[in-house]
Antibody, heavy 118, light 107 residues
Framework: QVQLVQSGAEVKKPGASVKVSCKTS????????MHWVRQAPGQGLEWMGW????????NYAQKFQGRVTMTRDTSISTAYMELSGLRSDDTAVYYC???????????WGQGTLVTVSS | DIQMTQSPSSLSASVGDRVTITCRAS??????LNWYQQKPGKAPKLLIY???SFQGGVPSRFSGSGSGTDFTLTISSLQPEDFATYYC?????????FGQGTKLEIK
């Protein structure tokens, strides 16, 4: 079955960077975009951007432009999201999610909690 | 950016009730509207895509309708496992945006 398994929780200091991985299995990794969505504690969902695993092309939400980098390693069917210049309001659960042709997301990874604290 | 507004923000209902959640977009999104269910501590789960298409494995008591700017998610007969938070999401244009969520609680 299709699985997206994310890396474990991280604790970072303000100004640092974090890189979250999303290892996929059960489907052709290069066949679907991978999206990243985050959710601050007790808050709603916020789309961050997508990567086309086939070409490496990316599309980032303007809010994160200059701070986010999405990459992939097709040899191990894994997508990555790196966020730099971390602030306390970047504390959130970060999800990867497989995208479909009209940009709905299914399935989602289990989430990775990133805590930014001094 | 397209703003998505859900109503109500929270809702108390009983098992067996019929429940409707609405989602309004700030501009037309045709039928590029998706619904997700999220339970505490879990990732969102896709229920409905393209406004009214069922995701495989989703019970038939869930249905979606609407086009343009106004959409609804209906649960025809609430079951205990349906108590969760529901989000709409527009996939018409980036940045893809979500509604603020509707928390469905047991009365």
């Amino acid at each position: 079955q299709v699985q997206l398994v994310q890396s474990g929780a991280e604790v970072k200091k303000p100004g640092a960077s974090v890189k979250v991985s999303c290892k996929t299995s059960g489907y052709t990794f290069t066949g679907n975009y991978m999206h990243w969505v985050r959710q601050a504690p007790g808050q709603g969902l916020e789309w961050m951007g997508w990567i086309n695993p086939n070409s490496g092309d990316t599309n980032y939400a303007q809010k994160f432009q200059g701070r986010v980098t999405m990459t992939r390693d097709t040899s191990i069917s894994t997508a990555y999201m790196e966020l730099s210049g971390l602030r306390s309001d970047d504390t959130a659960v970060y999800y990867c999610a497989r995208g479909w042709e009209l940009n709905w997301f299914d399935p989602w990874g289990q989430g990775t909690l990133v805590t930014v604290s001094s | 950016d397209i703003q998505m507004t859900q109503s109500p923000s929270s809702l108390s209902a009983s098992v067996g009730d019929r429940v409707t959640i609405t989602c309004r977009a700030s501009q037309t999104i045709i039928s590029y509207l998706n619904w997700y269910q999220q339970k505490p501590g879990k990732a969102p789960k896709l229920l409905i895509y393209a406004a009214s298409s069922f995701q495989g494995g989703v019970p038939s008591r869930f249905s979606g309708s609407g086009s343009g700017t106004d959409f609804t998610l209906t649960i025809s007969s609430l079951q205990p496992e349906d108590f969760a938070t529901y989000y709409c999401q527009q996939s018409y244009s980036t940045p893809y945006t979500f509604g603020q969520g509707t928390k469905l609680e047991i009365k």
